[in-house]
């Protein structure tokens, strides 16, 4: 298995893990950008968004965010962002949702 996060997800690599649940695994960024940086993936390899179909799943995941959101103690403010495929940033080519938090961030988008 080359994936990384199939790897964690399978227990053959190891992650400081922070939520789990039977479809969704949640797990600290191994090089956080912010004081809080937690990667939520699905157990299952899907590449990325681009392929991402199933809503029960993607209910799933954003709903593991909240609850990472939760138990970092975000009240004060957070982001969740995927980037997706290659002009998107993507570098670990299986679904993850970042959320970031533990600091003010600046803006992101223009306005
Ligand atoms: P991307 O650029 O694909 O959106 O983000 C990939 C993220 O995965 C990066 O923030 C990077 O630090 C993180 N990452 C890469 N390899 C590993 C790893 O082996 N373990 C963990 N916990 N995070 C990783
Ligand atoms: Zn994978």
Do not use: Y
Request: charged fraction near 25%; include cysteine.
């Amino acid at each position: 298995m080359e994936c990384i996060f199939c790897r964690i997800a399978a227990g053959t690599a190891t992650a400081r893990i922070v939520f789990e649940s039977p479809r969704v695994l949640a797990f600290e960024d191994l090089h956080p950008q912010a004081p809080v940086h937690v990667l939520v993936v699905p157990r299952e390899h899907i590449d990325s968004l681009w392929e991402l179909v199933d809503a029960q799943l993607a209910g799933e995941l954003l709903l593991a965010a909240a609850e990472v959101a939760r138990r970092k103690g975000l009240a004060r403010g957070f982001r969740v962002l995927t980037n997706a495929r290659r002009d998107g940033g993507q570098e670990v080519e299986h679904l993850h949702l970042h959320i970031v938090g533990g600091k003010r961030l600046g803006r992101m988008l223009p306005g």
